[in-house]
């Protein structure tokens, strides 16, 4: 048996069943958690009354059988398609959405390597699949991720939901090159695109993290992260209020409940992601057993929880983003990205560059790597606040083609005998 | 692993495939697309290539080749939004006047 | 090798040439069910020709799988008569022609590939195609132009490619140093340890754009601005904007035409 | 006619927004250090079928976390009992003739007891087609049929939610502590509001 798992080939199928199972069971419990995040929020308790199919009488287990309650439901209603949709594509869309935000863990280096006999030989790397590409991986599978969306939309028939569709294609497109900017710092400052080593490069610089290098960067990831997942303020795809829940208004029963869960897989996801290039991946200083030498499987458990944690603190970000911030309106939002994200990011990009040239990410003190970091961070921060403060105060889309209020102001108040016209 | 030549006949197959569509099909968006098709064709073409004479250089011109396919994505797509805008219509037979 | 071998594959264009014929859309009954018979034979036999004379190799089959992938769904972009279908068939052409990239050991240009067509340029036609045509299908696109013509000057163009392959090898084991990039870590002493895990092809194609070709990136950078700038030029909406906004007009149609998106 | 007073001046909108306002930064991290505390705060959520809040009358009513304000609560019927335990109600069909929802249907009979002259046989309330209006409260000249507390009336069918006379007999024993009869003098006509009268001894039936 332990031969057998010494296989590469064979340990991924392992983990893939592990972890789609481990994945699949967050994301039930994301969707529980959010409602009692949204709850706590508001003052309220939250869903806390379904326990587990009536055992144990009288105790509720604080609702922890909601996301099973809600996933029967789910099943157990009608299948609806709309007499006008285009079957095909309305059928395929949520599966498509479901796969595509699933696949991305393949990539994700969970633990480090495991040394399954303890012979002090390492047998296998806990993670499904290290290809040459790697972090590029992530980028095409974030790339592909606007189709369920934009073809769900198309393929209901319905203008609302073409709406949200078409939002959500300028915005994946234009929060795709933000993203591809932050990963690229990563990528120059460690020097690397396989996830595994820039885990490896962060702990072996001393255990910088690049979020303690690179801050804004890591910001910027964050917040093209919330705009790839259409999560709000970013939810302009599903925005409820004017679009009565957008690329999804036409979908029922469990092709609903796929694009749910694909938008909670790729939170889940995209945590990770966030997490291994900023976050150090697995590793905590301090906590004996979260090196890159120790091995055994209990190491790489206690690695996996470390990671497991760091997710968990990220997802919950998420969800108190949701849950604080209203929607962007969509000019706002492209304005965010096309004149405060992407020259952020060029600045970021252009300071990775001039690190790598002085050598600084390959240092071995600790010290260059945090000075020129944070310096350079506050030098690019401070660019941008004067770019902004020059700039003249930004009046755009409605509010630009209001006409001013100046029929009420007191400088041209009208006179009294035209006021009941005024009104 | 497929061979070189079987490479080159796939990408021949491809450009063939881009070529009926561009004349034929009788939708602007559908015309690019097919142009998009003989892109593919010649970057199969170059990757195989590069391989028969054991260098990256076709893949190098592969990448090249996605930004000229971006560019002409661009500019044609703004061009058929500009002309779907005055006709109301992507049939390419509406510009029929502009042959002179 | 057969001798009739290109003989048998001029015959088998003929036959894919005829299935697009029958498969393209026409006003008249359609004809595209025997067309995609004939077209999937054609594919099929030129799978099953390959596969007879080559030499027996490591992920053949998956080649094999993902060239019929790619030749099944450009026919359907060529064929299909609605035009979101279209853009969709064409992503699986560019995921099946990545797929063989991957094989070939090509992974940068495969993984740039999926992001640049099918991430960006795809969506946008995508996009602009939803915008523009609400219904499923227009009258335009359901006939086809001088479809025996085009088929026609099609397979000829395609069997004089093909008739350049000439002393390629067509159907041959592969070179034994090929690393199938795919199956890196079906084999446990690959994946050992890290000093195992070299740099590899996108390494390799960094060094090639920076060092060799970098005044053609960056003459290739220069292009996309061009692009960017002109396409904005083309396409920029021509609103008129009221310098002072009249405030008898009511809210929210000042200065506004009527935009056609 | 619209006077200078009657004008609000809105503050203009285009106002200039300073620099950190327009970053917007500041402000969503304020956002969130709101939202954050506010997870902390004390639940407002009264978990219902285990906590109640208790039906309460008088002191300070407008208190929302204490207990439900009773006093102008139009829940379950009831229908009272005079003091000598007998059904009040005098079956005049003017509670019948004032609901909106049609759901009230008396019988009425020849009184067995010599104050009045009719009383009720049947009393029937259809709980699931009433709207809680209040008007037969308002219709009934004897006081007979008033609006309780009671707020969750639930059951598992619906002649279940058929209110006979005895069910809405039950409802004035139960709740009678709480709210007591408006006013319990003014039953039947003979003597009724003399504070010597002394009542007829119940014969026949109890209700």
Request: glycine fraction near 10%.
């Amino acid at each position: 048996m332990l031969d057998l798992l010494k296989n590469q080939l064979l340990f991924s199928g392992l983990l893939i069943a592990v972890l789609m199972g481990a994945i699949n069971l967050g994301v039930a419990y994301c969707t529980f958690y959010e409602r009692k995040i949204s709850a706590w929020i508001q003052n309220r308790e939250g869903p806390n009354r379904v326990g587990f199919f009536g055992l144990f009488w009288g105790f509720h287990f604080w609702g922890y059988g909601q996301p099973m309650a809600d996933g029967l439901k789910f099943l157990l209603k009608e299948e609806m398609i709309p007499d006008k949709a285009d079957k095909p594509l309305y059928v395929m869309a949520p599966a498509i959405s479901f796969i595509v935000s699933t696949i991305g863990i393949a990539v994700i280096p969970w633990g480090g390597y495991l040394d399954i006999d303890a012979d002090g030989i390492v047998d296998v790397a806990c993670q499904v699949a290290n290809p040459d590409i790697g972090l590029l991986y992530v980028l095409g599978v974030g790339s592909l991720g606007v189709y369920g969306v934009v073809l769900g939309a198309w393929a209901s028939n319905n203008k609302y939901s073409l709406f949200g569709g078409i939002r959500a294609a300028a915005q994946m497109l234009s929060y795709e090159i933000p993203l591809g900017l932050a990963i690229l710092v990563v990528v120059l400052s460690c020097g690397e695109v396989r996830l595994e080593n820039i885990v490896r490069a962060q702990i072996e610089g001393g255990g910088t993290w690049n979020v303690f290098v690179h801050p804004l960067a890591f910001f910027l990831l964050f917040v093209t992260q919330l705009a790839e997942t259409n999560r709000a303020p970013f939810d302009m795809a599903e925005s409820e209020q004017e679009l009565v829940g957008g690329f999804h208004t036409e979908y029922g029963a469990l092709k609903f409940a796929l694009f749910f869960l694909s938008e909670y897989t790729h939170m889940i996801i995209n945590s990770a992601f966030l997490c291994v290039l900023f976050l150090g991946g697995w590793h905590f200083p301090w906590i004996p057993g979260l090196g890159l030498e120790d091995t055994a499987w209990w190491a790489v458990l206690a690695k996996m929880a470390m990671l497991g944690t760091k997710i968990a603190g990220c997802v919950f970000v998420y969800m108190w983003i949701r849950w604080t911030l209203p929607r962007f309106r969509f000019d706002q939002l492209m304005r965010l990205a096309w004149k405060g994200l992407i020259p952020t990011g060029l600045g970021l990009v252009a300071l990775a560059v001039v690190m790598t040239y002085f050598g600084i990410p390959g240092s071995e003190s600790v010290w260059p790597k945090l000075i020129w970091g944070l310096g350079g961070n506050a030098a690019v921060l401070f660019m941008v606040v004067l770019v902004v403060g020059m700039s003249p105060a930004g009046v755009t889309g409605r509010q630009a083609n209001m006409p001013p209020i100046s029929l009420l102001s007191p400088a041209k108040r009208v006179p009294r005998a035209d006021q009941g016209t005024a009104n | 692993m497929a061979t070189e030549g079987q490479l080159v006949i796939l990408g021949a197959a491809l450009f063939a495939m881009g070529l009926v569509g561009f004349l034929t099909r009788r939708n602007l968006i559908i015309m690019f697309l097919c142009t998009e098709l003989m892109f593919q064709g010649v970057l199969v073409n170059l990757v195989a290539m590069g391989k028969i004479h054991g260098q990256l250089d076709g893949q190098v011109f592969g990448v090249f080749l996605l930004a000229v396919a971006a560019v002409e994505a661009a500019v044609a797509l703004g061009l058929v939004v500009l002309l779907f805008r005055r006709r109301g219509s992507l049939a390419p037979d509406v510009w029929a006047i502009m042959q002179g | 090798m057969n001798a009739s071998l290109p003989y048998l594959i001029y015959a088998l264009f003929a036959v894919g040439g005829a299935g697009i014929y029958l498969a393209l859309p026409r006003s008249g009954r359609s004809t595209a069910v025997p067309g995609s018979i004939l077209g999937l034979a054609a594919v099929g036999m030129f799978v099953a020709v390959v596969a007879k004379y080559a030499l027996p190799s490591e992920g053949a089959g998956f080649s094999y799988l993902f060239s019929a992938m790619a030749l099944i769904g450009a026919g359907r972009v060529v064929t299909h008569p609605k035009a979101v279908y279209c853009v969709l068939y064409f992503v699986l052409v560019i995921i099946s022609v990545s797929m063989l990239l991957v094989l070939q050991g090509a992974e940068f240009l495969a993984i740039a590939l999926i992001v640049v067509y099918a991430g960006a340029i795809l969506v946008t036609y995508a996009f602009v195609l939803m915008l523009s045509q609400q219904s499923a299908s227009v009258p335009g696109d359901v006939r086809s132009r001088e479809p025996f013509l085009a088929v026609l000057a099609g397979f000829f163009t395609m069997a004089c490619i093909a008739g350049q392959v000439g002393d390629l090898p067509l159907a041959a084991a592969p070179s034994s140093e090929q690393v199938i990039r795919l199956a890196q870590h079906g084999e446990a002493d690959q994946a050992v340890m890290p000093e195992m895990m070299v740099d590899g092809n996108t390494a390799a194609m960094g060094a090639a754009l920076m060092t060799k070709y970098v005044v053609t990136l960056e003459t290739t950078g220069v292009l996309l601005l061009v692009a960017l700038v002109g396409a904005m030029a083309v396409a920029k909406k021509r609103v008129p904007i009221e310098e002072s906004p009249d405030p008898e007009k009511p809210l929210g149609q000042v200065g506004r035409e009527a935009a056609p998106f | 006619m619209i006077t200078e007073d009657d004008i609000i001046i809105v503050d203009d909108m285009r106002r200039d927004m300073s620099l950190t306002e327009r970053f917007y930064l500041p402000q969503i991290a304020q956002g969130l250090s709101v939202t954050l505390r506010r997870m902390f705060t004390k639940r407002v959520t009264l978990q219902y079928p285990e906590m109640r809040r208790e039906p309460k009358l008088e002191g300070d009513l407008t208190d929302p976390h204490s207990q439900l304000n009773a006093s102008r609560y139009r829940g379950v019927h009831r229908l009272n009992r005079d003091p000598d335990g007998r059904v009040a109600c005098v079956a005049c069909f003017m509670c019948e003739t004032a609901c909106p929802a049609h759901c009230i249907h008396i019988d009425a009979a020849e009184s067995p007891w010599p104050d009045r002259e009719k009383y009720p046989a049947k009393f029937d309330i259809d709980e699931l087609r009433c709207i809680y209006c209040g008007m037969c409260e308002e219709a009934c000249p004897v006081d007979a049929i008033e609006l309780t507390y009671e707020y969750d009336l639930v059951g598992n069918t619906r002649n279940e939610m058929i209110f006979d006379k005895g069910k809405l007999l039950e409802v004035f024993d139960e709740t009678c502590q709480i709210k007591p009869r408006r006013n319990p003098r003014i039953t039947g006509y003979a003597g009724t509001g003399s504070p010597d009268h002394q009542p007829a001894r119940p014969t026949g039936e109890q209700h």
